[in-house]
């Protein structure tokens, strides 16, 4: 059974400071999302990581992929308040069909304090 | 990407009663999914929703309970059956579309249905 942890699972950071938040999933799977949630709204879709080595950037986030290690991150480079939600990882299992099913860490709520 | 949009997008309901959630997608799509977002946790797959065929259920989801129909490729509904407290949640349908990479798809969010039950 795949199972996906996240930590921190709460993160409060000033703005202009950087961090990163850790995603580790139990076996082998052949791809990585990452998800931000903000307070009573849907998910959207920030990164889909496909290989080893895989390293995707957008604004102040950067994610990265480390399939031997079985590891995610998402780094976030100089904080802005903007950025404040719940940032959620999610792995796949390998299916036999076209699409996998999304296995999801527990979250990490980022508060940026001004 | 897909534009989908739920229905009901909240409803305050009484225990025992059932209430079926509708999802609509702008464009024809493959594969839909059912997950469920029970208060501060986070995301679980409910079922897959497979066009012309019954659903795929997850572990610890049956189709009794949360009966899905998905009569063609754009629209699918979830039933929350004989409801209980603990089946407040969000429920949000999810659609997978192909990425860049034909084999790997992009999974994309509905708004959710807030779900409470007294």
């Known amino acids: 059974e795949l199972k996906v942890e996240q930590n921190p699972l709460f993160l409060s950071m000033q703005e202009g400071k950087n961090y990163t938040i850790y995603c580790n999933y139990s076996?082998?799977?052949?791809?990585l999302y990452w998800y931000r949630q903000d307070p009573g709204k849907s998910l959207e879709s920030l990164f889909v990581?496909?290989?080893?080595?895989a390293v995707k950037q957008e604004g102040r986030l950067m994610a990265s992929l480390d399939t031997k290690a079985r590891l995610s991150t998402l780094h976030i480079t100089a904080a802005v308040h903007d950025l404040s939600a719940t940032y959620f990882c999610?792995?796949?299992?390998?299916?036999?069909?076209?699409?996998?099913?999304?296995?999801f860490g527990t979250g990490t709520r980022l508060q940026v304090t001004l | 990407s897909a534009v989908i949009s739920q229905k009901p997008s909240r409803d305050i309901c009484q225990r025992g009663t059932s209430l079926t959630i509708q999802c609509q997608v702008d464009?024809?799509?493959?594969?839909m999914f059912w997950y469920r977002q029970q208060p501060g946790q986070s995301l679980t797959l409910i079922a897959t929703?497979?066009?012309?065929?019954?659903?795929?259920?997850e572990s610890g989801f049956v189709i009794d309970k949360f009966p899905i129909s998905r009569p063609n490729l754009t629209f699918s509904t979830l039933t929350v059956s004989n409801m209980s407290p603990e089946d407040s949640s969000i429920y949000l349908c999810?659609?997978?579309?192909?990425?860049?990479?034909?084999?790997?798809?992009?999974?994309?969010f509905g708004p959710g249905t807030r779900l409470t039950v007294t």
């Open positions: 999810s659609v997978a579309e192909a990425h860049e990479t034909k084999w790997v798809y992009e999974q994309y």
């Open positions: 464009s024809q799509v493959t594969m």
């Open positions: 076996t082998t799977s052949d791809r």
């Open positions: 990581l496909l290989s080893n080595g």
């Open positions: 999610a792995a796949a299992k390998l299916n036999t069909g076209t699409a996998s099913k999304l296995t």
């Open positions: 929703a497979n066009q012309g065929s019954e659903a795929t259920y």
